[in-house]
């Protein structure tokens, strides 16, 4: 008999966060701790189930007591063998079968999948997609990925990774290099390690600038460009041109109509959307409705997301 309790886990490349969900959907525990990038996918998994075991037992349960833990990383996952294949923010985790490696050490279901799967399913049927029959939901972050909903169903592709739009290329073999291991995709322009970079690297060319390299991350550069600093203005301009020829195409090739951003350039509001939303029109020759939302569920949507895993298994 199925007990309703799940538990979220979103994994990033600075955090990892643990949510214990009961049958309503409501979250009623949370844990969090700093991220090892350092760490292989044996000490990643084993830290997992060390969390996992002590929300376990400040709740009086036990893993049987669940119905399934969902977890979510910025990896590329094989998703029907729970293979750990790649994962950019931490590059010790390599070919890892992290959900055979949880399952002989946790009584319980496991979902692994990716992050930007995650917020599509939580944003689908919880957020601002509530109601809609297909959906692409871009996280614009520290990184740059996608999820797709498909009448109502994850689309995950052939082998699980569908919707990394981040890692499709823009300028092939130029620009800079990527954790995926290419130069020119998207990513390297329009996330926000290639924004920190970007600035940092044009710092030389743009004497004008206020920017400095310990200022060249989003809360800075938005400042910067409040004050007119030109560097800071090239720098939203560019993203916004990515991250619109990246919908743009997304749109072209799956011909949804509803694209719900979230991730942390979306602290950049209007300043950054109206110029991606002017960067999508500018090629949409085809004028029928194509709305673009702001994701609703705030910091949690990759710990609803990851439970929604185990209740969409």
């Avoid at 886990?9 to 969090?32: C, H, M, S, W």
């Avoid at 998703?79 to 590059?91: I, K, N, R, Y």
């Avoid at 319980?108 to 692409?136: F, K, M, P, Q």
């Avoid at 995926?180 to 060319?205: I, K, L």
Wanted: aromatic share 8%.
């Amino acid at each position: 008999m199925k007990s309703g309790y799940v538990i979220g886990i979103d994994a990033g490349g600075t955090k990892v966060a643990y949510g214990l969900f009961n049958p309503a959907g409501e979250r009623i525990d949370r844990a969090q701790h700093p991220t090892d990038v350092c760490a292989t996918g044996e000490s990643f998994s084993d830290t997992l189930v060390e969390n996992i075991r002590a929300i376990l037992a400040r709740n009086n349960m036990k893993d049987t007591d669940l119905d399934g833990i969902g977890i979510c990383m910025p990896s590329f996952i094989l998703f029907d063998e729970g293979v750990v294949l790649m994962t950019s923010a931490m590059p010790g985790i390599k070919q890892f079968p992290m959900r055979a490696y949880l399952k002989a050490r946790l009584n319980t279901n496991i979902v692994l999948d990716n992050d930007s799967n995650a917020a599509a399913l939580a944003e689908y049927r919880r957020g601002a997609g509530r109601g809609s029959r297909h959906l692409v939901y871009i996280t614009a972050g520290t990184g740059l990925g996608s999820g797709i909903i498909i009448d109502g169903r994850l689309f995950r592709g052939s082998y699980g990774w569908a919707g990394e739009c981040g890692h499709m290329l823009a300028t092939p073999d130029e620009g800079l290099m990527c954790g995926c291991e290419n130069r020119g995709c998207f990513m390297s322009y329009a996330s926000g390690r290639a924004m920190s970079a970007r600035v940092r690297g044009q710092m030389t060319y743009c004497n004008t600038t206020i920017l400095t390299p310990e200022t060249a991350d989003g809360e800075h550069v938005l400042a910067a460009y409040h004050e007119n600093d030109p560097l800071a203005i090239e720098t939203i301009e560019t993203i916004a041109h990515y991250l619109g020829v990246c919908a743009f195409n997304i749109y072209q090739m799956l011909n949804i109509n509803l694209f719900v951003f979230g991730g942390g350039l979306t602290n950049f509001g209007d300043v950054l959307f109206d110029r991606v939303r002017a960067e999508f029109d500018k090629y949409n020759h085809i004028l029928l409705p194509v709305e673009f939302k702001i994701a609703k569920l705030g910091g949690d949507i990759g710990l609803i997301g990851a439970a929604e895993f185990v209740r969409e298994a």
